[in-house]
């Protein structure tokens, strides 16, 4: 298989030090009490990227697994719940809170805009009668970034429970989970943390907690039930062998992130420059406002396809870009600039090979996309 520049929005490059600490010796994470003592350490370490106190989870299974758990959990049937969709994964989040049950309320936003706070306030006014919302941090397929500690702050206000995805965002974006209130935030390991894809982690308020735990009907999963998951330092017990090589990953790689210091304003600052370059180059950037700083998304402009630039860039260049699936299939490119990705000179040479791949297919550009990220 081959091993390209992976420019994508997840999973992204893997840095050296995280592959090696994958490649460690293993021990029995059923019954050495030291690999209990090395998860919670690494649980502590994401209470710091994440900014909070309350319970973090590390669950074997890439990001969908976390939002599907926090769904099985929390959700009895009948119970109303809140989804905020500005796009594919906001409006996704509904199928899964309808499989466990849930009467599902959407409260639509602009697909190119970030959630509109007023209008959601105004929804609320009205509305408010309900147990949980789920959300999207960063609209991924998109590229649009919500401001999660507005909605949060909103939803306090009424008692409603938060489901936040943040796999795209957290690695990358501030996020404040005591201070904005949320109950349940969760990440991915192959978006912006930059290790291999396999691992989700959810933190977990009290409230949230509570809901879990003082159900009137059963939990209809195992390995989606949060609850088992309680009392596993006391009791020193995890509900199946935990994935040890991919959490040794995990583990460095959030060393990486919370060494550098300083990796919120590296994204926000190189991705303005994507922006930029894209802007002055007279291509379309696919949001109308609440960029990514994780994920740019450009329009495909005339007189090339997806595949074309995906097929030219890979096999001319040896980068791998994304495109994006349902109504935006065929319609964007995205360049993920996130985590490991998200480098200067990553950038520069991917956005070399856009350049010189929209040009040889006829795309007329206004002087060069990565002269301008340079400037
Ligand atoms: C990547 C991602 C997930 C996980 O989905 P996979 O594509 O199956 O890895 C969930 N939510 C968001 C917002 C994501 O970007």
Redesign the pocket.
Same mark, same amino acid.
């Given at each position: 298989m081959r091993s390209p520049l992976l420019m994508t @929005? /997840?999973p992204t490059q893997i840095h050296e030090s995280v592959r090696s600490a994958m490649a460690k010796n293993i021990t029995n994470p059923d019954l050495d009490v030291s690999f209990f003592e090395f998860y919670k350490e690494t649980c502590n370490k994401l209470k710091k990227l994440l900014n909070t106190k309350e319970d973090i989870l590390i669950l074997g299974g890439? /990001?969908?697994l976390g939002?599907e758990a926090a769904c099985a959990s929390l959700i009895e049937p009948e119970d109303r719940v809140l989804c905020i969709d500005n796009g594919i994964?906001g409006n996704g989040f509904g199928d899964f809170v309808k499989i466990y049950g849930g009467k599902v309320e959407y409260f639509k936003g602009d697909y190119r805009k970030a959630i509109d706070i007023e209008e959601l306030e105004q929804f609320l006014v009205k509305d408010h009668n309900f147990k949980l919302a789920t959300m &999207?941090?960063?609209?991924?397929p998109s590229g649009i970034t919500n401001p999660v500690d507005k909605i949060c702050n909103l939803l306090n206000k009424y008692n409603i429970i938060s489901v936040v995805?943040s &796999?795209?965002a957290i690695g990358g974006e501030l996020v404040e989970v005591d201070k904005w209130g949320i109950d349940i935030i969760l990440g /991915?390991s192959?978006?912006c943390i930059s290790a291999s @894809?396999g691992l989700t982690f959810l933190s977990i308020s009290k409230r949230a907690w509570n809901t879990i735990l003082n159900r009137k009907t059963p939990i209809a999963s195992f390995y989606c039930n949060l609850a088992l998951w309680k009392n596993w330092y006391e009791e020193k017990w995890f509900p199946y062998t935990q994935p040890i090589s991919d959490i040794y990953g995990l583990d460095c790689a959030i060393d990486i992130i919370l060494e550098e210091n300083n990796y919120i304003e590296r994204h926000r600052s190189l991705s303005e420059k994507v922006r930029n370059a894209i802007i002055k180059s007279g291509l379309e950037l696919y949001p109308l406002d609440g960029y990514s700083n994780t994920v740019t998304t450009m329009v495909i402009p005339k007189g090339i396809t997806f595949n074309e630039i995906y097929n030219n860039m890979l096999n001319e260049h040896n980068i791998m870009v994304a495109g994006a699936f349902d109504y935006l299939k065929d319609k964007v490119i995205r360049i993920g600039h996130m985590g490991e990705n998200c480098h200067e000179e990553k950038i520069y040479i991917t956005l070399k090979a856009l350049d010189e791949t929209l040009k040889k297919y006829g795309v007329k550009i206004d002087g060069s996309i990565h002269k301008y990220f340079a400037e």
């Open positions: @929005p /997840g890439e /990001g969908i939002l994964f &999207v941090h960063c609209e991924t995805d &796999v795209s /991915g192959q978006k @894809p």
